[in-house]
């Protein structure tokens, strides 16, 4: 079942037009990559998906419902999550209220989270619950921005470049928690550069450039494609 459906879509950020005729697609279940360098407007995809960009057109549907142009706390309630890549933590809070900030009912056809289920998938967490964020390590944000939103129970999760400025010991607990998010059935749209990392947890993949799609197809075919992986990561 198809979760998330765009088609031609354009975004803006004043006169200058980011995104062109974006189209991509996400199942229930599944990983997928959007790739890119630096600028070819993955993140832009993602906030224009969020409803976090004033001016854009085309078509964005979750659940078969068009969501473009509607509030983003309106998404966010039809269990669209989303996990920036500046890991908006709330600092003076703990680990424990952080996680409260983001709780919401249980939703039909997604999986379920507690705090306690979360501490299983997160054990560094679970060890520092009455910890504040302000006391954490990039990476411990990291997991702690991710695990909040799951709080909300999301059908569908946006993570905008996970790996980002982490040490290579939380990358690859990041690729493991992906992994554990997929088995339970969560599907997530992926931003991110680091080829190695995306191809551990993704299904299918979408390539960026000067904010068009480029490319798609299997990641494993691409990670396999040396031209491919030159031409547009420079990998």
Same mark, same amino acid.
């Given at each position: ?86 890991? *908006? @933590? +709330?600092?003076? /809070?703990?680990? !424990? ?5 983001? #709780?919401?009912?249980?939703? $039909? ?10 501490? *299983? @998938? +997160?054990?560094? /967490?679970?060890? !520092? ?5 302000? #006391?954490?390590?990039?990476? $411990? ?30 990358? $690859? ?63």
């Amino acid at each position: 079942m198809t979760l998330l459906k765009v088609d031609a879509l354009n975004a803006y950020y004043g006169r200058a037009q980011i995104l062109f005729d974006v189209g991509f697609e996400v199942a229930r279940g599944e990983v997928v990559a959007l790739m890119g360098r630096n600028g070819a407007g993955k993140s832009t995809t993602m906030k224009a998906v969020m409803g976090l960009l004033p001016r854009i057109s085309g078509s964005i549907a979750f659940m078969g419902e068009d969501i473009a142009g509607m509030a983003p706390y309106r998404i966010a309630r039809k269990g669209l999550g989303y996990v920036p890549e500046d890991r *908006r @933590v +709330f600092g003076d /809070l703990t680990v !424990m209220e952080n996680l409260d900030t983001g #709780r919401q009912p249980p939703r $039909e056809h997604a999986p379920s989270w507690t705090p306690e289920k979360l501490f *299983r @998938v +997160f054990p560094n /967490l679970g060890a !520092m619950r009455d910890r504040r964020a302000s #006391r954490m390590s990039g990476g $411990e944000q990291q997991m702690l921005t991710v695990s909040r939103t799951l709080m909300g129970n999301p059908r569908l999760v946006l993570l905008d470049e996970p790996s980002e400025g982490v040490a290579p010991v939380i990358v $690859e607990q990041m690729a493991d928690m992906i992994l554990e998010l997929k088995r339970e059935g969560l599907a997530i749209l992926l931003s991110e550069q680091n080829l190695h990392f995306a191809e551990l947890v993704s299904d299918r993949i979408y390539v960026l450039e000067k904010g068009q799609v480029r490319h798609s197809g299997a990641m494993h075919a691409f990670a396999r494609d040396d031209a491919a992986r030159r031409e547009f990561l420079g990998v």
